[in-house]
């Protein structure tokens, strides 16, 4: 079986899946997401050599995949990291790469010698929707990951597009209020922060402040956007109200990216993705709404397939060498 691993570096926790070459997940392991670039490093080797330890085959290992938080150059280096300033400006692919060939030729059911490469995160989740999940099979497509921010991946013409530098697909940081809400890139006004998870949560708090939203607060006291959906499932206007005005901002985005790219579908991914019926449904309601004189150049807009699990995976269709 040729076989190759992806592994989705995420703020919290690594998940690591060998795949094959349909995307079928052959094994899987979790290690706890370290704070400093040493330990980083001796994780991605430990959740490789779990992942090939749990292989039922022998298999040709054909690559390894890394799906960095952050900004990642056409070299694999990693820049402006988000939730781990600790590995900023880091080459973690050329640094693992020893190790995960020892670790290859110390598991006697592994053979090859796998080439690593790192990618944005979101890049990775689009890359498995679009290799083996809802954008499957569609020459031009957009995946949008709702998550704490947003994360694109795009495809034209059956190939993800990476960019000059390799920074394509920032959709997040696209502005959509002029002098709008300061942003983590030093920016103002950038779409993750009216349509994400995190812009969700801070209109709610906003609305706290002012008086409003009275049961919407965790039982540990934060306020995050899966109470604001909690809410307005159990029928809280101000909170439906809220996530109407959130799913607008999502809309104004999706029509500037049709726009852009004239993609034939939008694959929406991420935590905020699950909350279809208050949140995703009211936005493509919104985006109908705006692309009413667009005619014949209808978008549709599909649920991601893969879950959890799309970093990973499109991580390894990456190291596949899939959708170059
Ligand atoms: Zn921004």
Redesign the pocket.
Known sequence: VRAAIGIDVGGTKLLACAVDERGRVLSEAYEASPQHRDGLIDALETVTIAVLADLSDAVELIGVGLGLPGLVDRDGVLHETANLHAIDETTIAAELEPRVLAACESTLRVEGRPSIIAENDATCAAAGELAFGEASGIPDAAVITLGTGIGGGLIADGRIVFGGQGFAGEV??MVVVADGEP???G?RG?W?QYASGSAIARFAREAIAAGGLAGVVGEDGTVRAEHVVAAARAGDREAVALLDTASRYLAIGLSNLAEILDPTVFVISGGLSDAEDVFLTPAIAHFGAQRRGAGPRAVEVRRASLGSRAGAIGAGALAFGLLR
Do not use: A
């Open positions: 997040g940081h942003c983590g890139c920016g950038c993750e």
